[in-house]
């Protein structure tokens, strides 16, 4: 039976030999290791391989943005996201961007495997509970991603650092606010197109591509 070639996105060297040591008497083989969202971008595009292996937060492009832009070139590639956090606006953002899956790095081996046998073999590795939560989020309705809302650049700032999965008070620091300021931008942009939870609202930013 021949093995299983992944490529493994991981900034942390611990994670990245943790995954190698879990799979080594797998039919899973590691081909390459990389660190950051635009190395695992080149790599994929420039190499077969079965299945992706990407982390989410990662410097230089994160694992998102770099599954998003392998996806363009390479649409039937396999790729399972790789998280510590297990965050219902990545979870979205995954399923709206065509992951097979999102592997929390606390699974059991087992659960790794099988992920990533049913990502090889094209079908969904995504459990009935993730795509539950999401499901909400990625119903809402399509026809308001056409329509023009009115938004601030301000509020179009926040809702970016929203969608990438940022918490109010990470979306205060980075934008240098205050967190009463965050929290009543996010009201304004819930309100004004017309979702009722930050999921959604990252749903929507997704495909209006503002990330």
Known sequence: MSKIRILIADDHEVVRCGLRTLLADSDVEV??????????????????????LLDIRMPNGDGLTALGRIKLDK?????????????P????RAVALGASGYVLKGCTRDHLIQSIRSAAAGESAWTRDELRRVTGALAT???????EVPLTQRESEVLRQLAYGLTNKEIA???????????EHVQHIL????????????????????V
């Open 31 to 52: 081909t390459a290791e990389v660190s950051t969202g635009e190395a695992a971008v080149r790599y994929a595009l420039e190499n077969n391989l079965d299945v992706v």
């Open 75 to 87: 649409p039937e590639l396999p790729i399972l996201m790789l998280s510590t956090f297990d965050n």
């Open 89 to 92: 606006t990545y979870i979205a």
């Open 141 to 147: 309705p399509r026809l308001t991603a056409d329509i």
């Open 173 to 183: 620091q980075a934008l240098h606010i205050s967190y009463e300021t965050v929290k």
């Open 191 to 210: 309100r004004k197109i017309g979702v009722s939870d930050r999921t959604q609202a990252a749903v929507w930013a997704v495909r209006k591509e503002l």
